[in-house]
């Protein structure tokens, strides 16, 4: 209860800044005054605990530009710096676990990579903040319509509330093979299921994807395309539905690819947020490969 | 002999106090007091699988994972998933029954799973892995060429690599299934069957990604959940076969399901 009424109050504060950051000669624009107007336009409670928050970096820095990506890699934050993008916002953690490099778990502080990539962001001056789940909770579900737009099938949405795709009817191995092709991909992508489906209904689903989302909504459609899924948990039931005949596939992009598109829409929005920086997405690509 | 009295002999052989609450190593369905025609070992139940065991005259399967598409079998959102019963009613019908044995498996001196992974990629001297065999070292070569051995030796179709294929690499550290093992300074190379990408408790690819961008020879291979425990329950049934002497013992391999 009583965090909740701060919660509250610092909302409504929040608000309130937002209101008056326009004025401008106020001081530079730190890090935390974007992160503060962030905070206002998304809404919602930021709790400490959850995992959107700084995870680097000095918040007073003056920000010269803003990066968007799906993951901070080492490769992204170069690129940043390079492009003079101080402030960078992450889907995903920074420091190699969900703890992001704040408590247990994870490969230590000790750590070479960890010591290196700490440095590299102190010495280039960058500030890391973590903007996952007030991205994905919007009602306007970018991470989703970006997607869609990746790959191409943008206008072919069912229903604005669902993910749901009818897209001009394809076999589910041209359907991949499209996938592949627009995203980019290389080993990152595997597919499961009837190789022959025909393909015209296909359900995106940005990330992790839940066993109970799988059997509740496999059936509905010809296709899903997810981030990821447990191979032996959601992989097995696609296995097992064709062994039963259904002409249906399951194709997953990997996590971070996935999730690519949705903050690529998110350099776009902030644009409209923030207009005093440029703001722009840096691309991880998929990270696998396989040998010949 | 039916199937409860072979679970029981495999207990009393397995060499490791029982877990009782283990969710894991448990009937999954079946009657257990059915009488044992020929054992099927797998590594999953597939569909496909238990059709394959039931054409051979295998009506007990010894699972080393699920049945029932989540890790714990919980089936109580199932009830009404035509998938569910159909594979049920085949089951049943069949006068088959279902045992997992995962956690003791793994627990056990060897861990089978282990065993046959390091065989099926191609690493000799493994034949007596636990679960957690330590920094392996194999003759320096690159990371490229030692990924095309793997996946050349265990066959796994969607094999996938994060890493330079040009860096020198000859400590490996290597688990089973889910297990994959984090990457640590004095390893080069981290073999599993599939982790989380990222956001879990240790991000091994990101860590790889960033390692290389600083110079550091390193690499992941993911060889997919069903090819790294899929040899070691050949191993297992050779190994019931030392003490159930009266019942047919077959390994039947559930598929990749990669395309």
Known sequence: ?292 | MTAREVVELIKKNQGIPWNQRSTRDTFKIGNPDTTVKGIATTMMTTFDMLKRANAAGLNMVITHEDTFWNDRDDTQDLTENPLYKLKTEYILKNDMVVWRDHDHMHAMTPDYTVVGELRSVGIPGGEHATMRPGILTIPETTFGEFAAQVKRSSGARALRCVGDPKAKVSKILIGPGYATPRMMPEVDVVIGGEQQEADGAFDNMEYVLDAVSLGMPKGVIMLGHVISEQAGMEDFGNWLRTFLHDVPIRFVPAEEPYW
């Not at chain 1, 008056?20 to 890090?31: E, K, Q, Y």
């Not at chain 1, 700084?54 to 080492?74: E, S």
């Open chain 1, 1 to 292: 209860m009583r965090r909740a009424d701060v919660t509250r109050r610092r909302f409504t504060l929040l608000v309130g800044m937002a209101g008056v950051a326009p004025v401008a000669g106020a001081g530079p624009l730190t890090a935390e005054s974007v992160v503060q107007r962030i905070q206002a336009r998304l809404g919602g409670d930021w709790p400490e605990t959850g995992p959107d928050g700084f995870k680097a970096g000095d918040a007073a820095t003056a920000v010269k530009g803003i990066a968007t990506t799906a993951m901070a890699t080492l490769d992204v934050l170069k690129q940043a710096a390079k492009a003079n993008a101080n402030l960078i916002l992450t889907y995903e953690p920074t420091f190699y676990s969900r703890a992001d490099g704040h408590g247990p778990g994870g490969f230590g502080a000790g750590d070479p990579v960890v010591q290196a990539k700490r440095q590299f962001i102190e010495k280039s001056g960058l500030v890391v903040f973590r903007l996952r789940d007030h991205w994905q909770a919007r009602k306007e579900n970018e991470m989703v319509t970006g997607l869609a737009s990746a790959l191409g099938w943008r206008a072919h949405r069912v229903n604005n509330k669902d993910a749901v795709y009818e897209i001009p009817p394809a076999s589910a191995e041209a359907t991949v093979a499209a996938i592949r092709s627009r995203l980019n991909l290389r080993a990152g992508l595997r597919a499961a299921g009837d190789r022959k489906a025909t393909v015209r209904r296909v359900l995106l689903f940005p990330g992790s994807m839940t066993p109970a989302t799988m059997w509740q909504r496999y059936s509905e459609v010809d296709m899903i395309v997810a981030g990821e899924v447990r191979e032996w948990e959601n992989t097995h039931y696609a296995a097992d539905m064709f062994t039963a005949g259904e002409k249906r596939a399951l194709v997953t992009i990997g996590r971070v690819v996935s999730e690519e598109p949705g903050m690529r829409a998110c350099a776009e929005w902030l644009r409209t947020v923030v207009k005093e920086v440029p703001a722009k997405w840096i691309g991880v690509g998929d990270p696998y490969w396989r040998p010949a």
